[in-house]
């Protein structure tokens, strides 16, 4: 029985080429995976996703329907010829029919109750100071399930003995582990750095970001939440607080680092302060693309003072909606 051996396939198979030494000015992204998720809604339906990522940048989608691989980026073959990627694709193809099958047919046997979902995520890392990491982890509806640490398959506590069982049965296939290994922790640092080498110019390519300020919901009476928004920058790794002076103001709350579709990125931070506090405040970024001059943005310049007075109009016209609801239903 290979089904569990068949999670460890496919994320392997997409990745091709021969063992590679990590270079010493790794820039940019450093970084490749490969995700599956399989749902199967019961024993005659399920449906097969793919994705490849370099960093947190998608490069590689699969079109199920047509059992090919999706180039999201002029270098996303890397260094591979395309018969080599037309070869992956039908391994890949072969691969993810016979998952489904495989599941379908065991899963009474380790007792999976439908509907359910498979995830895989397998890949590489480099590091400029120890080398190459690989890496393989499986998921049962979004719990982990098993992972592949030093040449073995380790359960999750949260797999429970079902995990257990089926990582015994993995190590009873010798061969097929040995092959999973090899294109993990051979091939995909190679097919890594080619990508790095054939997306250099635009991984390398710094972007300036945007920035502005506006006011955001009143936390309470008499106090203001300041907003800076950062837009459009690259690579992701930035550095945003309020200040006064040059103190830094320990209340910022900055959010999550969004993707736009162009591969650039935004992040907002926030700050309540009393009303009468605001002035003096500023927002300062710090960004690779600013050759170490930091973006400095005043609060109560033009732009936030106008920003201010449109959220103002805007809560005056919220408090006006119910006089105004109440004149319709007298006229009626």
Known sequence: MRLLLLLLWPTALYLGGGGEAA?????????????QISSFANSTWAQNQGSGWLGDVQIHGWDADAGRAVFLKPWSKGNFSDEEMVELEEIIQVYLTGFILEVQDHAPEFQMQYPFEIQGVAGCQLHPDRGTESFLRG???GLDFLSLKN????????????AQRIC??????????????KLLFETCPRFLLGLLDAGK????RPVRPEAWLSAGPSPGPGRL???CHVSGFYPKPVWVTWMRGEQEQQGTRRGDVLPHADGTWYL????????????????RVKHSSL???DMVLHWGGGNSALLTLSGLAAVVTLLALPVVHTCCKKRR
């Open 291 to 293: 050759g170490g001059q």
């Open 268 to 283: 907002r931070a926030t700050l309540d302060v009393a009303a009468q506090e605001a002035a003096g405040l500023s927002c």
């Open 201 to 204: 110019a635009e991984l390398r």
């Open 168 to 181: 015994e049965l993995i190590l009873q296939y010798e061969g097929i582990r040995d092959i999973a290994e």
């Open 139 to 141: 998921a049962l509806g």
């Open 151 to 162: 040449h073995s398959c380790v359960p999750a506590p949260e797999g429970g003995s079902r």
């Open 23 to 35: 270079p010493a000015d790794l820039q940019g992204p450093t970084s490749y995976r490969v995700i």
């Open 225 to 227: 939440q300041l907003v």
